[in-house]
């Protein structure tokens, strides 16, 4: 079940579940795309190693593939708050202080 589902079940707000699913829509788009070009790179040398039977090629190849992965998802939510930080800042914040 979606969590688009639940959140329509849990609220009641149809409208509000489709700010939540255009707002997931955008924030997600890099990060499938840069599974993709990770895998298009990486995964030639992997399965290299792993045919060549070289056991410590393969761990390397591994610990950077599992490295860079998780260096481009602490990039990417790091990029999340600062910019919704800065944005909730720069345009929410006049509208809720008034004139």
Known sequence: MSDRYIIA?????????????????????????????????????????????????????????LLIAVVICLIGVAAFFVGSTLASISCWAPAIEGP
């Open 9 to 65: 079940w849990f609220s009641h707000d149809t409208f509000m579940v489709g700010v939540y699913a255009a707002g997931y829509g955008l924030v997600s788009q890099p990060f499938p795309v840069d599974a993709r070009r990770d895998c298009v790179d990486l995964r030639p040398a992997y399965f290299s190693a792993v045919a060549s039977g070289n056991d410590v090629a393969c761990r390397h190849m591994f610990r950077v593939w």
